[in-house]
């Protein structure tokens, strides 16, 4: 049984930063790629951010050159540093890996809520 766990998110005015970070645990063999999405109220769950094992990375235009995603593969955690947050970034913010267990599998975490607010 694979768990992702997700912490970091909260309240924060505009312009301020936050960390996400979103652990994986159980028996995991290898993980392929990372990803952080988001979902506003009344919106479509987007893609926020990738990583690939390689350490390739894409992010959605939105975000370039404030946000930054990263991986641990030995600890098997994906974090997304969030600078320069605007309002708009409010969103419940989701984590997703691709990796093997016994079968190879796409995994969510809960969700952690972002706000962005004065």
């Known amino acids: 049984q694979v768990q992702l766990v997700e912490s970091g998110g909260g309240l924060v005015q505009p312009g301020g930063s936050l960390r996400l970070s979103c652990a994986a645990s159980?028996?995991?063999?290898?993980?392929?790629?990372m990803a952080w999405y988001r979902q506003a109220p009344g919106k479509q769950r987007e893609l926020v951010a990738g990583i690939t094992w390689g350490g390739s990375t894409n992010y959605v235009d939105s975000v370039k050159g404030r946000f930054t995603i990263s991986g641990d593969n030995a600890k098997n955690t994906v974090y997304l540093q969030m600078n320069s947050l605007k309002p708009e970034d409010t969103a419940v913010y989701y984590c997703k890996m691709i990796l093997r267990t016994d079968h190879l599998g796409d995994y969510w975490g809960q969700g952690t809520q972002v706000t962005v607010s004065s």
């Open positions: 159980g028996s995991i063999f290898s993980i392929y790629a």
